[in-house]
Nanobody, 126 residues
Framework: QVQLVESGGGLVQAGGSLRLSCAYSGQAFSSYAMGWFRQAPGKEREFVAA???????YYTDSVKGRFTISRDHAKKTVYLQMSAMKPEDTAVYYC????????????????????WGQGTQVTVSS
């Protein structure tokens, strides 16, 4: 059984930085692509970033150049480094795992992901 636990959320001023962590427990961490999604009040869940099993990364346009996703296979942890943050980044951020063939690029469709964390709140004040 896979479990994902996010941490690192909080309140930050516009222009500031936060680093989210997602701790993975269970077998076969390396068999999963990992993604970050977010959901703001009254809005649909949206893709933020993902990283393949081999470390290929993909970002939504609104966070390119500001956010960086990474993974540490030894620690079974995925990170989302967020910089130059904006009030529109305010949302609950979710980590997710996608069981994916090793050669495939990470996916943006949240419905394709197999496991989810409970979410962590990120609030950016103006």
């Amino acid at each position: 059984q896979v479990q994902l636990v996010e941490s690192g959320g909080g309140l930050v001023q516009a222009g500031g930085s936060l680093r989210l962590s997602c701790a993975y427990s269970g077998q076969a961490f390396s068999s999963y692509a990992m993604g970050w999604f977010r959901q703001a009040p009254g809005k649909e869940r949206e893709f933020v970033a993902a990283i393949s099993r081999r470390g290929v990364t993909y970002y939504t346009d609104s966070v390119k150049g500001r956010f960086t996703i990474s993974r540490d296979h030894a620690k079974k942890t995925v990170y989302l480094q967020m910089s130059a943050m904006k009030p529109e980044d305010t949302a609950v951020y979710y980590c997710a795992a996608d069981f994916l063939d090793v050669g495939r690029l990470p996916r943006q469709d949240w419905s394709q992901y197999d496991y989810w964390g409970q979410g962590t709140q990120v609030t950016v004040s103006s």
